[in-house]
Nanobody, 114 residues
Framework: QVQLVESGGGLVQPGGSLRLSCAAS????????MGWYRQAPGNQRELVAA???????NYADSVKGRFTISRDNAKKMVYLQMNTLKSEDTAVYYC????????WGQGTQVTVSS
């Protein structure tokens, strides 16, 4: 059974940084494409960043140059380094794994506020 557990969310001031982590279990992690999504109240869930099994990355325009996605296949982890955070980055952030089927974590809250 695939399990994804996010961590690293919290309250941060505008301009600050956070690093989100997602731990995977129950999968041959290296074969999965991974992604970070977010959902703010009243909004649809949206892609933030993705990394394929081969290491190719893709970012939403709103986070390009500020966020970096990475993965460690040996540790079965995917990370999202978030710098220069803005109030509009406030959302619940979800980790997703995909290989034929999507699997989601439970989400971690990120709040950017002074």
């Amino acid at each position: 059974q695939v399990q994804l557990v996010e961590s690293g969310g919290g309250l941060v001031q505008p301009g600050g940084s956070l690093r989100l982590s997602c731990a995977a279990s129950g999968v041959i992690f290296s074969r999965y494409d991974m992604g970070w999504y977010r959902q703010a109240p009243g909004n649809q869930r949206e892609l933030v960043a993705a990394i394929t099994s081969g290491g190719s990355t893709n970012y939403a325009d709103s986070v390009k140059g500020r966020f970096t996605i990475s993965r460690d296949n040996a540790k079965k982890m995917v990370y999202l380094q978030m710098n220069t955070l803005k109030s509009e980055d406030t959302a619940v952030y979800y980790c997703k794994a995909n290989r034929f089927t999507d699997y989601w974590g439970q989400g971690t809250q990120v709040t950017v506020s002074s």
